[in-house]
């Protein structure tokens, strides 16, 4: 059972906010959400596969993710970086490929903070419409992401070597 839980906010008519404690320095869990070698490893929501995962953080550099979830489906997201302050803040935007919420983009912010050696991860995702907040919401993220950070929580409490 993991020591934290995925807390999940629905705020105003656009907005997701994904909250989620590691007890794990700043710098390593900033690392494990930017490190494309690492993010294969929690990424996938417990369900699947990372088959594609790109981050390029240079201002206007591409991201891309890509999960073969089996029975489930392909899922596919991507954007651009258009802020990076390590081991603060990410900000990017955000292309969910799936209908309704695919033909939105969003913004995407992850800040990290840490305090008595435990780091909170604050995600905001920000979308145009209420609508293609609502079909994200509804998606599953709370259940996929809930298994990723759960994925993420056990690399981190491996022995780092």
């Given at each position: 059972?993991?020591?934290?839980?995925?807390?999940?906010?629905?705020?105003?008519?656009?907005?997701?906010?994904?909250?989620?404690?590691?007890?794990?320095?700043?710098?390593?869990?900033?690392?494990?959400?930017?490190?494309?070698?690492?993010?294969?490893?929690w990424l996938g929501c417990g369900m699947g596969v990372t088959t594609v995962c790109i981050a390029d953080y240079?201002?206007?550099?591409?991201?891309?993710?890509?999960?073969?979830?089996?029975?489930?489906?392909?899922?596919?997201?991507?954007?651009?970086?258009?802020?990076?302050?390590?081991?603060?803040?990410?900000?990017?935007?955000?292309?969910?490929?799936?209908?309704?919420?695919?033909?939105?983009?969003?913004?995407?912010t992850a800040s990290f903070s840490e305090a008595n050696g435990v780091t909170t991860v604050e995600v905001v995702?920000?979308?145009?419409?209420?609508?293609?907040?609502?079909?994200?919401?509804?998606?599953?993220?709370?259940?996929?992401?809930?298994?990723?950070?759960?994925?993420?929580?056990?690399?981190?409490?491996?022995?780092?070597?």
């Open positions: 059972m993991p020591e934290f839980k995925l807390e999940l906010e629905l705020r105003g008519d656009t907005e997701i906010v994904l909250k989620r404690q590691f007890r794990a320095s700043q710098e390593m869990v900033f690392k494990c959400f930017t490190d494309p070698s690492i993010q294969p490893k240079e201002i206007g550099g591409v991201w891309r993710h890509s999960m073969d979830m089996g029975e489930h489906g392909l899922f596919d997201s991507f954007g651009q970086t258009l802020e990076f302050q390590a081991p603060d803040r990410v900000v990017r935007s955000y292309v969910y490929n799936v209908p309704v919420i695919r033909e939105s983009i969003a913004t995407e995702i920000r979308h145009l419409s209420k609508e293609s907040r609502d079909g994200h919401a509804a998606s599953g993220i709370e259940y996929g992401a809930g298994l990723s950070y759960d994925s993420l929580e056990a690399l981190l409490a491996q022995p780092q070597g």
